[in-house]
């Protein structure tokens, strides 16, 4: 079938809320419940294309799929093209504003419109937009709360032997920073010394105490420093970055590589193999996860969902059900793997689109 003859039918988003094998234990939250938006495009051809998103919080839904409906019914009845579709969405919804929950809903519909061209087309996403499939470099993010050192380092094992992981995440932050180099401490241990360790303190520090704890840790050998402070406090990271040797990354709450390369470049953060690209056709192909300026949700990055950069380049068969049986969602994934990308390893996958079938998704 050609994919230039799709049609779209109709929109179907239905929510769905995940219990968590691993809770979620960060100094900003505790979440034990993970909500998730399944898409599903329906179009006159036949052919179904599949996308989610993962909007944290469990109420959000409630705004989310009304507007995931009306902008099908506003692309009822045209040719499929999602660059056209996700220009018009964004005009759509122009003063609601173009960052939130509005872009939220648009990279929904983006990221399912490219499944089903990909899908007509017979080839991975990835293929379709002039990639290549191999291998990626993995790591596990799939757990290393906030817990004792002595838990940490038993679940490290567990992570490690999950897909013969070389690269685990463990989250930094608790009461006291002996406690927290204590952790580090332990797992180093339990997985040796040539596991690669990044460290999240997932936005909970304030810049005093995370300019004291970055230099705690910047001796031990970690692959970057996730998010010690607000995400939006580039002044705070452009200094973190100035007086540490460990990559700070930063990322997940970008709208959009071309927004958050002008973000990072006003503040003179030094923007080392980021992979963004400036040009509007090529930034849904970024590339590289060697980052001081990366990581992102699906639905935050919704050019880069072009791309793959999500978790629906055709990486992972049926990604979502292990989202299910790991008991949390990966955070960082790009189109090709010279960089790390979370949760998932192994080959590539041939099957044609992002990978989801919506049909076949178990939770459980």
């Avoid at 332990?186 to 005093?208: C, T």
């Avoid at 050019?303 to 299910?324: Q, T």
Wanted: with cysteine.
């Amino acid at each position: 079938m050609s994919f230039e003859s799709l049609t779209l039918k109709s929109i179907r988003a239905r929510p769905v809320v995940l219990k968590l094998t691993r809770p979620v234990v960060a100094r900003i939250a505790t979440l034990t419940e993970w909500p998730l938006i399944l898409i599903d495009l329906y179009t006159e051809e036949g052919v179904i294309g599949h996308s989610y998103l993962e909007p944290y919080i469990r109420r959000s839904m409630r705004y989310l799929i009304p507007m995931l409906r009306d902008l099908g019914e506003m692309f009822k009845g045209r040719r499929l093209a999602p660059i056209e579709f996700y220009e018009a969405g964004r005009k759509s919804l122009h003063f609601v504003g173009y960052e939130g929950i509005s872009m939220i809903a648009v990279a929904g519909i983006d990221m399912a419109a490219w499944d089903a061209l990909a899908r007509a087309a017979g080839v991975p996403l990835c293929v379709l937009l002039g990639g290549s499939i191999g291998a990626v470099a993995a790591y596990n993010s799939n757990g290393l709360w906030l817990k004792s050192p002595k838990e940490v380092a038993s679940e490290a094992v567990e992570l490690r032997e999950e897909g013969g992981f070389k690269g685990l995440k463990l989250r930094l932050g608790r009461e006291r920073l002996a406690d927290d180099l204590a952790a580090v401490d332990a797992v180093r241990e339990a997985v040796g010394s040539e596991m690669s360790l990044m460290v999240d303190f997932n936005q909970g520090l304030q810049f005093g105490e995370a300019l004291e704890r970055c230099h705690a840790i910047d001796d031990l050998g970690l692959a970057w420093i996730e998010e010690p402070i607000v995400y939006n406090n580039l002044e705070g990271y452009a200094r973190l970055t100035a007086d540490l040797n460990t990559p700070i990354q930063i990322g997940e709450n970008f709208y959009g590589a071309a927004r958050a390369l002008h973000r990072l470049a006003d503040e003179g953060l030094r923007l080392r193999d980021a992979g963004f690209h400036a040009d509007w056709r090529r930034d849904r192909l970024a590339t590289s996860g060697r980052h001081r300026c990366s990581g992102g949700h699906s639905y935050l990055y919704p050019s880069l969902s072009r791309g793959g950069r999500s978790r629906h380049a055709g990486y992972r068969d049926g990604a979502l059900a292990r989202v299910a049986r790991l008991g949390e969602p990966d955070s960082a994934a790009a189109l090709r793997g010279e960089g790390w990308q979370a949760a998932y390893p192994g080959r590539a996958r041939r099957r044609a689109g992002v990978g989801r079938e919506g049909g076949r998704c178990s939770f459980g």
